[in-house]
């Protein structure tokens, strides 16, 4: 569990304003990774406050955008990928139990949906699940990129950490060999109940496809 950078007290999941000393915390980069600051882009601004982003460089790896004020940072495409794999490469094995225990810990019930713009074209993202199970709900841009709030990476870490992409990519190998892998990959502005209730829907007409065919076949 994170402390606070003012108090010390410890920091729930996903949660950078102490409720202790009322300080705001960057959970996903303080004393987690090496970073430097390099400029501000006032032509990229936070969705959330409005303001210019700031360029910085993470592990002398990827140059991300970050808020300074909500924490929230902006990955032009493929940065979310690099990141991940510079921070915690040679995943062998996934631990479900471990996955599990993550995500429960890590939920956030009372969130609420917010649609919102992409810092680039101003242009509203769509949400979408970011990979197998790993319980995060990113803002995307189709052109531009995608956007993770305060202590959402850290989350995603965690999720390749106990093997999360592993299984991203094996249900994937999987729907490919089956046919389908177009039905139910990433549906473009889901939350995860989202998913879930069309994943369900097209069970359902599975069942009724196959319900029909044997009607006829009698």
Not at 122 to 146: A, E, P
Not at 191 to 217: C, T, W
Request: hydrophobic share 30%; with cysteine; glycine share 6%.
């Amino acid at each position: 569990m994170a402390k606070c950078i003012s108090c010390a007290a410890p920091l729930p999941a996903n949660t950078n304003k102490c409720s202790y000393c009322g300080s705001y915390n960057d959970v996903d980069l303080n004393n987690r990774h090496s970073y430097t600051a390099i400029q501000r882009r006032p032509d990229r601004l936070c969705p959330h406050c409005e303001k210019p982003l700031q360029t910085i460089n993470i592990n002398g790896t990827v140059l991300i955008e970050r808020c300074e004020y909500c924490f929230g940072l902006f990955f032009d495409p493929g940065e979310i990928d690099i990141l991940l794999e510079s921070t915690v490469p040679n995943v062998s094995d996934a631990n479900q139990q471990y996955l599990d225990n993550i995500n429960k810990d890590r939920h956030q019930a009372n969130k609420k949906v917010k649609y919102i713009k992409c810092p680039v074209c101003r242009t509203l993202m769509n949400r979408r699940v970011f990979g197998h199970r790993s319980g995060v709900v990113v803002d995307r841009c189709k052109n531009h990129g995608i956007w993770l709030d305060s202590g959402e990476i850290t989350h995603l870490m965690e999720w390749k950490k106990a093997g999360g992409q592993l299984l991203h990519e094996r249900t994937i190998q999987v729907e490919k060999r089956t046919g389908r892998h177009k039905m139910t990959r990433d549906y473009t502005g889901a939350s995860p109940s989202d998913y879930a209730d069309k994943s369900l829907g097209i069970e359902l007409l599975e069942v009724v496809v196959s319900l029909i065919g044997k009607y006829f076949a009698d």
